[in-house]
T-cell receptor
Framework: KAGVTQTPRYLIKTRGQQVTLSCSPI?????VSWYQQTPGQGLQFLFE???????NKGNFPGRFSGRQFSNSRSEMNVSTLELGDSALYLC??????????????FGPGTRLLVL | AQSVTQPDIHITVSEGASLELRCNYS??????LFWYVQSPGQGLQLLLK??????LVQGIKGFEAEFKRSQSSFNLRKPSVHWSDAAEYFC????????????FGRGTSLIVHP
């Protein structure tokens, strides 16, 4: 079974631009979560989508948004980029059970650099 | 809300030596506990997880972890470290019946000397 894939792997943008990142979950998985990883803040949860609906949301500003398609693929969008948005963005998929014992499988991440 | 602390930012060991990475959690009941590893340029890979039952959990790559309720700890161990084990290790805690999303520690960077 193919793992979680994320595209692109690397991205350079300038302040004020917007960016869209893509995540394809493991086949059969219906839940996709997004995390931001930075040296200063560590791994922070952005949001989780399940069956095309946002089911959980972290504490990030509205500039960060996402969506999920009927095939479970997910995109996240960051508008009006700031220097502090430079980070590794990780996507994780799972079967989607509501209990935390569901194992999340992570993709390799998208490295975003904002200049 | 749950939280997790990894007290050691960096750990340096010699190849072949034993390893213990510390993890302490805060949660009102017995949580779900996870250890993940992240190699440079890679995403996170699950090493092992504890849900219930035997408090000594075996994982992949020769790792094990022990859940100690009295100490609110879930330390990761390996008897003999290999150079390929050099990576970032994350402990995570999840709430039973609560929010689906696990909370991650800040990570411990493992350096392995030849």
């Amino acid at each position: 079974k193919a793992g979680v894939t994320q595209t692109p792997r690397y991205l350079i943008k300038t302040r004020g631009q917007q960016v869209t990142l893509s995540c394809s979950p493991i086949s059969g998985h219906r839940s996709v979560s997004w995390y931001q990883q930075t040296p200063g803040q560590g791994l922070q949860f952005l949001f989780e989508y399940f069956s095309e609906t946002q089911r959980n949301k972290g504490n990030f500003p509205g500039r960060f948004s996402g969506r999920q398609f009927s095939n479970s693929r997910s995109e996240m969008n960051v508008s009006t980029l700031e220097l502090g948005d430079s980070a590794l963005y990780l996507c994780a998929s799972s079967n989607g059970g509501r209990d935390s014992q569901e194992t999340q499988y992570f993709g390799p991440g998208t490295r975003l650099l904002v200049l | 809300a749950q939280s997790v602390t990894q007290p050691d930012i960096h750990i340096t060991v010699s190849e072949g030596a034993s390893l213990e990475l510390r993890c302490n959690y805060s949660y009102g009941a017995t949580p779900y506990l996870f250890w993940y590893v992240q190699s440079p340029g890679q995403g996170l890979q699950l090493l092992l997880k504890y849900f219930s039952g035997d408090t000594l959990v075996q994982g992949i790559k020769g790792f094990e972890a022990e859940f100690k309720r009295s100490q609110s700890s879930f330390n990761l161990r390996k008897p003999s470290v290999h150079w390929s084990d050099a990576a970032e290790y994350f402990c995570a805690v999840g709430a039973r019946g609560g929010s689906y999303i696990p909370t991650f520690g800040r990570g411990t960077s493992l350096i392995v000397h030849p």
